[in-house]
Protein backbone atom coordinates (compact mmCIF):
# COMPACT_ATOMS: atom_id res chain seq x y z
CA UNK A 1 0.00 0.00 0.00
CA UNK A 2 1.25 3.17 -1.16
CA UNK A 3 1.58 6.23 1.50
CA UNK A 4 2.53 10.07 1.38
CA UNK A 5 2.78 11.55 5.08
CA UNK A 6 2.95 15.05 4.95
CA UNK A 7 4.37 16.72 8.12
CA UNK A 8 5.37 20.24 9.45
CA UNK A 9 2.48 22.47 9.01
CA UNK A 10 1.40 24.63 11.78
CA UNK A 11 0.58 28.26 12.50
CA UNK A 12 3.45 30.97 12.24
CA UNK A 13 3.62 34.07 12.11
CA UNK A 14 4.70 36.26 8.67
CA UNK A 15 8.22 36.00 7.95
CA UNK A 16 9.02 32.79 9.85
CA UNK A 17 10.45 29.65 7.66
CA UNK A 18 9.10 25.88 7.86
CA UNK A 19 10.71 22.65 6.51
CA UNK A 20 7.60 20.36 5.27
CA UNK A 21 8.22 16.81 4.85
CA UNK A 22 6.63 13.92 3.09
CA UNK A 23 7.61 10.73 3.74
CA UNK A 24 6.91 7.68 1.13
CA UNK A 25 6.19 4.26 2.07
CA UNK A 26 4.87 1.25 -0.41
CA UNK A 27 6.55 2.23 -3.74
CA UNK A 28 10.37 2.77 -5.00
CA UNK A 29 11.03 6.03 -4.20
CA UNK A 30 13.67 6.45 -5.92
CA UNK A 31 11.79 5.45 -9.11
CA UNK A 32 9.72 8.66 -8.84
CA UNK A 33 9.59 12.15 -9.34
CA UNK A 34 7.64 14.20 -6.44
CA UNK A 35 6.13 17.25 -6.18
CA UNK A 36 4.38 19.54 -3.78
CA UNK A 37 1.43 21.25 -4.33
CA UNK A 38 -0.81 23.88 -2.47
CA UNK A 39 -4.55 24.35 -2.19
CA UNK A 40 -5.59 27.72 -0.50
CA UNK A 41 -8.77 28.09 0.67
CA UNK A 42 -11.71 28.63 -2.02
CA UNK A 43 -9.01 28.31 -4.78
CA UNK A 44 -7.45 25.54 -7.09
CA UNK A 45 -4.85 23.67 -6.20
CA UNK A 46 -1.70 24.97 -8.08
CA UNK A 47 1.36 23.32 -8.14
CA UNK A 48 5.23 24.44 -5.90
CA UNK A 49 7.63 22.49 -7.23
CA UNK A 50 8.90 19.00 -8.34
CA UNK A 51 12.31 17.56 -8.05
CA UNK A 52 13.68 14.93 -9.92
CA UNK A 53 14.04 11.27 -9.11
CA UNK A 54 18.08 11.60 -8.18
CA UNK A 55 17.12 15.25 -7.12
CA UNK A 56 19.34 16.43 -9.66
CA UNK A 57 16.52 18.68 -11.25
CA UNK A 58 13.92 20.40 -10.03
CA UNK A 59 11.06 22.53 -11.41
CA UNK A 60 9.38 25.80 -10.05
CA UNK A 61 6.59 27.29 -10.21
CA UNK A 62 7.64 31.54 -11.41
CA UNK A 63 5.40 32.42 -8.51
CA UNK A 64 7.38 30.11 -5.90
CA UNK A 65 10.57 30.79 -6.89
CA UNK A 66 13.38 32.30 -4.14
CA UNK A 67 10.95 31.39 -1.12
CA UNK A 68 10.55 27.73 -1.86
CA UNK A 69 13.25 24.89 -2.10
CA UNK A 70 12.22 21.10 -2.88
CA UNK A 71 14.87 18.53 -1.79
CA UNK A 72 14.98 14.70 -1.48
CA UNK A 73 16.48 12.39 0.72
CA UNK A 74 16.16 8.94 -0.85
CA UNK A 75 17.33 7.24 1.82
CA UNK A 76 15.00 8.46 3.81
CA UNK A 77 12.39 7.97 1.14
CA UNK A 78 11.31 11.49 2.10
CA UNK A 79 11.03 14.85 0.13
CA UNK A 80 11.37 18.28 2.15
CA UNK A 81 9.78 21.88 0.85
CA UNK A 82 11.51 24.37 2.85
CA UNK A 83 9.62 28.03 2.98
CA UNK A 84 11.12 30.96 4.03
CA UNK A 85 9.84 34.80 4.24
CA UNK A 86 6.20 32.77 5.29
CA UNK A 87 3.50 35.32 4.17
CA UNK A 88 -0.23 35.19 5.23
CA UNK A 89 -1.09 34.60 1.20
CA UNK A 90 0.89 31.50 2.03
CA UNK A 91 -1.95 30.00 3.73
CA UNK A 92 -3.65 26.50 2.38
CA UNK A 93 -2.80 22.95 2.64
CA UNK A 94 0.40 22.08 1.39
CA UNK A 95 0.53 18.06 -0.36
CA UNK A 96 3.09 15.81 -1.52
CA UNK A 97 2.42 13.70 -4.72
CA UNK A 98 4.17 11.28 -6.59
CA UNK A 99 4.86 10.62 -10.76
CA UNK A 100 6.53 8.63 -12.91
CA UNK A 101 7.50 10.82 -15.97
CA UNK A 102 9.61 9.20 -18.93
CA UNK A 103 12.75 11.52 -19.39
CA UNK A 104 11.18 13.40 -22.03
CA UNK A 105 8.23 14.21 -20.20
CA UNK A 106 10.06 15.48 -17.36
CA UNK A 107 12.46 17.93 -19.59
CA UNK A 108 8.99 18.91 -21.21
CA UNK A 109 8.08 20.49 -17.55
CA UNK A 110 5.31 17.55 -17.39
CA UNK A 111 5.76 17.51 -13.90
CA UNK A 112 4.05 21.28 -13.24
CA UNK A 113 0.66 19.14 -14.20
CA UNK A 114 -0.95 17.38 -11.04
CA UNK A 115 -3.10 15.55 -13.72
CA UNK A 116 0.36 13.78 -14.40
CA UNK A 117 0.32 12.81 -10.40
CA UNK A 118 -0.31 8.98 -9.24
CA UNK A 119 -0.17 9.46 -5.53
CA UNK A 120 -0.98 11.99 -3.12
CA UNK A 121 -0.94 12.80 0.18
CA UNK A 122 -3.83 14.04 2.58
CA UNK A 123 -2.02 16.84 3.05
CA UNK A 124 -0.52 19.11 6.15
CA UNK A 125 -2.14 22.62 6.72
CA UNK A 126 -0.06 25.64 7.16
CA UNK A 127 -1.60 29.21 8.40
CA UNK A 128 0.63 32.07 8.28
CA UNK A 129 -0.66 34.92 10.41
CA UNK A 130 0.18 38.47 9.91
Known amino acids: QVQLAESGGGLVQAGDSLRLSCEVS????????MGWFRQAPGKEREFIAA????????YYADAMKGRFTISRDNAKNTVYLQVDSLKPEDTADYYC???????????????????????WGQGTQVTVSS
Open 97 to 119: AASRPTLAQWLEGRPKDAADYIY
Open 26 to 33: GLTFDSYA
Open 51 to 58: IAWTGSST
